[in-house]
């Protein structure tokens, strides 16, 4: 797997054709499993790279916003086929995703697969798009309609890339926007040859791609005087500076910026296999790196020990190690310093008293020493100020916290600075409804929690520092566009 002939390097992709970055510049990316093996080099685009794109969006925005909404879902949904048409490729984007990015192959095949699925619901709304309000007089007869903004810039993380595309860019492009799109500079690779699948669809300029290091060409792209909407997804404090730079141009912002996911378990709960896998995928899926991901869990004490020896069993049945390997349940971290914040937790954890127990199996004890690895662990009744308890993880680690009350739960649940997701588990629907309504978070999951549970025809966002706006469903295709009113007097635009 080391040797040149299989390593990729990609280009940018600036209208309409794929282009080296300016002077030739690349970067290398490692596979976290095997932090010696290079797995390809992406191009590192430059500021100038990053107007070229910025300008060819911009140069591509009269035309595809004069296009109806069905001919740009036609093309949406001619996307979403030519994603899947060549099984060949499907497998080796696939295989490719996960040697640079450290999560299981089923786990890229099945983000590289369904990616389609959301350009298909964008499509969707072609209808309920083109529809327009009409108010008649007196004193006057409006029509209240809605006009894309113009270039959209649209930043993807690291750790689930093509899903947050799928969140982003096909509703950036059915409300009529063109892009530049810039991937994480540690997840590059397969997420830009699909990119450049789907650009080779488009019209040239429609859709772009600038590749590298958001230091060099973030605030160069966020802060672009032809940029018309910055929708990020990522930290809270790389958000906070995206907004504080799309603020010298006053341009809008979506901030999707991550959770500290509470569940909350209430004692006529039903606690089967089948719950117990719910709660692990929700928790450990892409070792613990998504920002919907179950990150703490409230139980009533009545199903304490009950929990703990459900969630034990499920984590103990995890083998650990590189994503290609069949065998391999769960892959290493992304890089180097996520894994040593998540250690730091745990050891933090430890440090204060608190029990904490990893689980699984380790094949390869030579590779798990030298990868990004950590095994799934579970913390038992820590104190909440600690770390683990506090802020978003984003790796295999999870709290279980009882409590005795409702009240309580929902007090503890709320009692955080993130907003993103939360769950309910319980088989009273009244009740479930009713604490769901009390909590502070933009997606309540009943019963299940995070990818798996997820409704995409659903908007997505949070509240308090999870972030600004919403992605996905119709609502996120509204956050591309802004309303405009054309009035007139009293029976003149109604012909009466």
Known sequence: M?????????????????????????????????????????????????????????????????????????????????????????AFRSSLFCREHGKILKETRLEMTRLGDRFLLSASYADRLQAHETLSGPPFDTIITRQPRGVAALIVPWNWPLSILGAKLPQALIAGNTVVVKPSQNSALAPTLTLHKMARLLPPGVLNVVTGS??????????????????????????????????????????????????????????????FMRMYFGAFMSTGQICMALKRLYVHRSRYDEVVDGLSAACARQVVGDGMLPDTTMGPLNNRKQLGIVQGMIAEARGAGAEVKEFGAVPDAELYASGYFQKPALVFRPEPGLSVVRDEQFGPVLPIIPFDDEAEAVRLANDSDFGLCSSVWTEDREKALAIARQLEAGYTYINGHGPTAQDSRGPFGGFKQSGIGRNLGYEGVLEFQGYHSISAPAGWLNGA
């Open 2 to 90: 080391t040797s040149a002939e299989q390593q990729v390097t990609t280009e940018l992709f600036i209208n309409g054709e794929a282009r080296p970055a300016e002077n030739g510049r690349t970067y290398a990316i490692h596979n976290p499993a095997r932090p010696e093996e290079c797995v390809g080099h992406a191009a590192r685009g430059s500021v100038a790279d990053v107007d070229a794109a910025v300008r060819s969006a911009h140069a591509a925005f009269p035309a595809w916003a004069g296009r109806s909404y069905e001919e740009r879902a036609a093309l949406l949904r001619q996307i979403a086929e030519v994603l899947v048409a060549d099984e060949d490729d499907v």
């Open 214 to 275: 958001s230091g060099e060409i973030g605030d160069a792209l966020v802060g672009h005087e032809l940029v018309r909407r910055v929708n990020f997804t990522g930290s809270i404090e790389v958000g906070k500076h995206v907004m504080r730079t799309a603020a010298e141009r006053l341009t809008p912002v979506t901030l999707e910026l991550g959770g500290n996911d509470a569940g909350i378990v209430l004692p006529d709960a039903t606690l089967d296999a089948g719950a």
